[in-house]
């Protein structure tokens, strides 16, 4: 389990890191905001663990931006006893637990271990945007009341898709994920499965739950 943690104290970071790694996490540690948001969003974690004073962007607006992205890593915020206010706040913005400082290396360890089993278990069964929901363990896809019928590659475009809403995908990562190849510009295939899926996902809906983002790729509407 590879764990990011996002606090500026040296000490603080320093101590987690040996504790977790001692039970056998892989840690990335950043002592800056502005780094630590570039990792989370470059990088894949199976949970933050995040600092909310810190030099350049703080906590709060790290998970905030994460969240605006859909971006669905579990994030548990370390928090001061007087932050009481950040602490609600940083809930509200979807955040998945808190720890107050000073804490036990065994309670973040336990933690941890609850919200990325809450994270695994739910991208384990049935992936939901908008009305569109994705079985992952009978493969069934419905559009509202719809049974959507989807080929192999179809169903596994869009599960990609719909794994993270938000976050845009480009046609290179569509193709290394579902096609386990590099990416030839020269090949319209990733362009000829979105124009498939649109058929049978979003035709006849108001709501179109596939997006192109011009020049980039291609995501799920984010959930509102
Ligand atoms: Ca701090």
């Not at 509202?144 to 192999?152: N, W």
Request: charged share 30%; aromatic share 6%.
């Amino acid at each position: 389990m590879k764990v990011l943690v996002i606090e500026d104290e040296k000490k603080i970071a320093s101590f987690i890191r040996k504790g977790l790694e001692a039970q056998g996490f892989v840690v990335d540690v950043c002592h800056h905001g502005d780094d630590g948001y570039l990792m989370a969003t470059t990088q894949p974690f199976d949970a933050l663990v995040l600092d909310i004073m810190l030099p350049g962007r703080d906590g709060l607006s790290i998970l905030r931006n994460l969240r605006e992205r859909g971006h669905p890593v579990p994030v548990i915020l370390l928090t001061a006893r007087s932050e009481l206010n950040e602490r609600l706040e940083g809930l509200n913005l979807g955040a998945d637990d808190y720890l107050t400082k000073p804490f036990f290396i065994e309670e973040l360890v336990a933690r941890l271990h609850v919200v990325t089993r809450r994270a695994s278990g739910a991208s384990h069964s049935i992936l939901a945007v908008g009305d569109l929901t994705v079985n992952l363990l009978t493969r069934e896809v419905k559009r509202g009341d719809f049974a959507v019928e989807l080929t192999a590659r179809e169903f596994e475009l869009l599960e990609h898709l719909a794994r993270s809403p938000g976050r845009v995908l480009t046609r290179a990562q569509i193709c290394e994920r579902v096609w386990n190849y590099d990416f030839d510009p020269g090949t319209n295939l990733v362009e000829v499965y979105i124009q498939r899926l649109r058929k049978k996902i979003d035709a006849g809906f108001d709501n179109k739950l596939i997006e192109t983002i011009r020049g980039v790729g291609y995501r799920m509407k984010p959930d509102k």
